[in-house]
């Protein structure tokens, strides 16, 4: 409850759950300092400020009245929206159009936003811009068939190509569709231009994602030619900590990184302002590949600038890159259009199946109908509301992980672990990790505060000492030196004593949002009811997209459709035409 002096239309706002106290807060501190008392303008500056808090770069005052989902818990309300937004013209908070001097907020064709994040998105649209307008790079594709010896129509070919003939390319697909592979051929096939090998830069932006980059690019290097000595690292540590200044990096636009090819892996996650300093941090004539899957769940911090790379309208002009490529590659006519942006996208995942990949399809295009026929019918899907069988498939898991922890097998534990994860959309409630993992506990007859043989573990900071990143996961393992936590390496099995480990919490369940990057053989999603704001069609993609054969989805079919139906709405002014 809102715990303010905020009256009249914030104080309704806030009481329906749609405002926050710091969305208050800010607006009427901002209407004290430049002395402005009209309660739409007010409640506009709110809205931005909410929009940057849930992820949006700006708010379009055209749609945010549908936009905006209520708090579950508030009782429903009609909510007072202006109709008329015009007071915000006159507004000493707000400067009208692109040109206008500072103020905090800025309004351009009927998207207002905090003007920190009209700048960053004008330093993306001008770095991007640069690199459309200069002559793209020299490229000799001969090496090409033979690092992609497949038939037509391949993509994965098209997309290095297009990658290799621009300054900025975006190579996009779902998990297991063969991005890092197409990458590392890539990158062979810019190892054999003329002149010196360029240097390369691999980046991502958690710890985690990083060293699965490394790990699974220095997998393949012996194969495909490339050096045994190549890094990866976060995009934090690429641009070069400062520990005077937590936004400003040690290489900017006055101080370029040195790299001749950028590739940024997982760079749906990464979130307009690190966009922004990667953007000018890289020279202009170097190569920026940008890797991901822009339908997974987008990044906590505002700005999903993939995804808007992604849906950008296309740009007429552009020469197509390789018109021969292109006519083999099976593009449909919106694929066709991102072509012109540089964009691919990879489209057979290779780790699951064709029901799996069926259903991620269904979710991904918001097919409803399609998505809830697959899961009632399709090989290895299911559907049930009640938590009945659910509460037996995740003691049996349970049960059999305990086993093998308590043998003291490490790796059938952390096989198992691999073997089933219980999904969550929610954190907190009947639906959500607490109240399972702590069911899960009970069950187990666990002692809450001691460690046990089987208790699976989930990393929440990085730990650089014992090589471990936020969203490991790991199981507590009985073994002849006393009880460790078992990590699996790309080598082997990592056992840390538990006395070394820092920051870990007990997983028998994890959130939608901590399990990307993961993969496993079977998942259970636990859905909310239909009403719960955070039931998304990314958030059901996400999910379903980390099973390899089985997904079983706990929840009821309003709920399958409310998330199928209901796209997170980023409002940016990237994604409109340059006017
Ligand atoms: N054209 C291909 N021929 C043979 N194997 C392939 C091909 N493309 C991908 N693979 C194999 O498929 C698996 C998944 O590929 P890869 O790891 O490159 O996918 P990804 O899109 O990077 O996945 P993720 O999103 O999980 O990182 C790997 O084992 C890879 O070697």
């Known amino acids: 409850m809102i715990g303010v002096r905020a009256t009249g239309v914030l104080r309704e706002f806030a009481e329906a759950g749609v405002l926050a106290l710091a969305d208050v807060h800010v607006a009427l501190r901002l209407s004290r300092l430049g002395a402005e008392t009209s309660e739409t303008v007010l409640l506009a500056v709110a809205l931005a400020v909410r929009g940057v808090r849930t992820g949006s770069v700006c708010v379009d005052l055209a749609t945010v009245a549908d936009s905006v989902v209520p708090d579950e818990d508030a009782p429903p309300?009609?909510?007072?929206?202006?109709?008329?937004?015009?007071?915000?013209?006159?507004?000493p908070l707000v400067a009208v159009g692109a040109a206008a001097p500072w103020?905090?907020?800025?309004?351009?064709?009927?998207?207002?936003?905090?003007?920190r994040y009209w700048q960053q998105e004008q330093l993306v649209r001008r770095e991007l811009g640069q690199r459309a307008a200069l002559l793209p790079p020299p490229v000799d594709l001969t090496l090409l068939p033979e690092l992609f010896p497949g038939p037509a129509p391949d993509r994965q070919r098209l997309a290095a190509a297009v990658a290799a003939g621009r300054w900025v390319s975006v190579i996009t697909g779902g998990p297991g569709t063969g991005k890092t592979h197409t990458v590392a051929r890539l990158l062979r096939l810019l190892m054999a231009q003329p002149g010196p090998p360029p240097r390369i830069a691999l980046a991502a932006p958690t710890g985690k994602a990083a060293a699965r980059l490394q790990e699974s690019v220095l997998a393949q290097a012996a194969e495909v030619g490339l050096p045994l000595d190549l890094t990866a690292c976060t995009v934090h540590r690429l641009l070069g900590w400062r520990p005077d200044n937590r936004s400003r990096f040690r290489h900017d636009a006055g101080n370029r990184l040195p790299f001749d090819v950028v590739v940024v892996d997982e760079s749906s996650m990464v979130p307009l302002t690190l966009m922004a300093r990667l953007l000018e941090a890289v020279r202009p004539t170097a190569r920026l590949v940008l890797v991901g899957d822009p339908d997974q769940l987008t990044p906590v911090e505002a700005g999903a600038v993939l995804s808007d790379l992604v849906h950008r309208p296309g740009a007429a002009a552009a020469p197509d890159p390789s018109p021969e490529l292109d006519r083999d590659a099976d593009l449909d006519e919106v694929e066709r259009a991102q072509l012109r942006n540089g964009v691919v996208r990879l489209r057979v995942s290779r780790r699951y199946g064709a029901s799996i990949g069926g259903l991620a399809e269904a979710v991904r295009t918001g097919d409803a109908d399609l998505a809830v026929t697959l899961l009632t019918g399709g090989a290895g899907l299911s559907l049930a509301a009640g938590t009945d069988a659910l509460a037996g498939t995740v003691r049996r898991s349970a049960e059999q992980l305990r086993s093998a922890a308590t043998a003291g097998d490490a790796k059938a534990a952390l096989a198992l672990l691999g073997g089933h994860r219980l999904l969550c959309a929610h954190r907190h409630g009947p639906h959500g990790v607490s109240y399972w993992n702590e069911q899960v506990s009970r069950w187990s007859g666990d002692v809450p505060g001691e460690w046990h043989p089987g208790q699976p573990l989930l990393v929440t900071a990085n730990d650089y000492e014992n090589r471990l990143f936020n969203g490991d996961t790991g199981v507590v393992v009985d073994t002849a030196d006393g009880l460790r936590a078992a990590f699996a390496r790309a080598d082997g099995v990592d056992l840390v004593p538990l006395s070394r480990l820092s920051s870990v919490a007990t997983a028998h369940a994890l959130t939608v949002h901590r399990s990307q990057g993961s993969q496993y053989e079977a998942v259970t999603v636990l859905l909310p009811p239909a009403g719960s704001p955070l039931l998304t069609r990314e958030l059901l993609y996400t999910a379903v997209t980390r099973a390899r054969t089985r997904v079983h989805v706990v929840g009821s079919e309003d709920a399958v459709r409310a998330a199928v139906e209901r796209q997170v709405v980023r409002a940016s002014g990237l994604?409109?035409?340059?006017?």
Do not use: C, E, H, K
């Open 103 to 115: 103020r905090p907020l800025r309004l351009v064709d009927g998207l207002l936003y905090l003007d």
């Open 77 to 91: 309300v009609d909510l007072p929206w202006p109709v008329d937004w015009s007071a915000l013209q006159d507004s």
């Open 575 to 579: 994604r409109r035409p340059v006017t």
